[in-house]
């Protein structure tokens, strides 16, 4: 099965800076791989996807990129604000086509 | 839509004691999934449905887990008995198609288990 692997596992940074993190995957069958954001207390929620035929995608201040090559995709926001302060999950869809999710990031904005 | 909604929200028992997460999911989804997480094994897929019927619950645990999805509106997934390392929060999650889409979660059932 997809087997997806995610760092760091805790990234603290300042407002105003960026962020990065990344995902490899194992499966060459994945063709979807979303990102989540998970709040406090809440399920995870869809922020952002890329589809394999795409290399990068933007949404205002997030990014994702994709390398289908070497099996790796990241998440890139800029300027990042104290509302950006959550885990995010990467994951990948594999050839069963149900996610796979990665440990998760704690991202830390400070003031 | 109110989205996918579970209960409860908290749930506190005692070890070997039987424990019944629900879940509704939104409208018109065939896909349903249940998820546990843990800090130390974050987001486990458990087992997932396709229009009601179990398609994979090689995630399951324990023979003290099962799952069931009597309709289009509702699943149950069932503890019996519980232990104390069943001790997470579990998540329901539907989707439209399952593949290449969106997974939409609920907020989540934190149990504990004393």
């Known amino acids: 099965g997809e087997n997806v692997e995610q760092h760091p596992s805790t990234l603290s940074v300042q407002e105003g800076d960026s962020a990065v993190i990344k995902c490899t995957y194992s499966?060459?069958?994945?063709?979807?791989f979303p990102w989540y954001k998970q709040e406090l207390g809440k399920g995870p929620q869809l922020i952002i996807d890329?589809?394999?035929?795409?290399g990068e995608k933007k949404d205002q201040r997030i990014a994702v990129t994709l390398n289908k090559t070497a099996k790796h995709f990241s998440l890139h926001i800029t300027e990042t604000q104290p509302e950006d302060s959550a885990v995010y999950f990467c994951?990948?869809?594999?050839?069963?086509?149900?996610?796979?999710f990665g440990r998760g990031t704690s991202l830390i904005v400070h003031p | 839509d109110a989205g996918v909604i579970q209960s409860p929200r908290h749930e506190v028992t005692e070890m070997g004691q039987e424990v019944t997460l629900r879940c509704k999911p939104i409208?018109?989804?065939?896909?349903l999934f249940w998820y546990r997480q843990t800090m130390m094994r974050g987001l486990e897929l458990l087992i997932y449905?396709?229009?009601?019927?179990?398609?994979?619950d090689s995630g399951m645990p324990e023979d003290r887990f099962s799952a069931k999805m009597p309709n289009a509106s509702f699943s149950t997934l069932k503890i019996q008995p519980s232990e104390p390392r069943d001790s997470a929060v579990y998540f329901c999650?539907?989707?439209?198609?399952?593949?290449?889409?969106?997974?939409?979660f609920g907020q989540g059932t934190r149990l504990t288990v004393v």
């Open positions: 499966d060459s069958a994945s063709n979807y």
């Open positions: 994951a990948a869809n594999g050839g069963s086509y149900i996610p796979t």
């Open positions: 449905f396709n229009n009601n019927v179990p398609i994979d």
């Open positions: 409208s018109g989804h065939d896909y």
């Open positions: 890329i589809r394999s035929n795409v």
């Open positions: 999650a539907s989707s439209s198609l399952g593949r290449d889409t969106e997974a939409f």
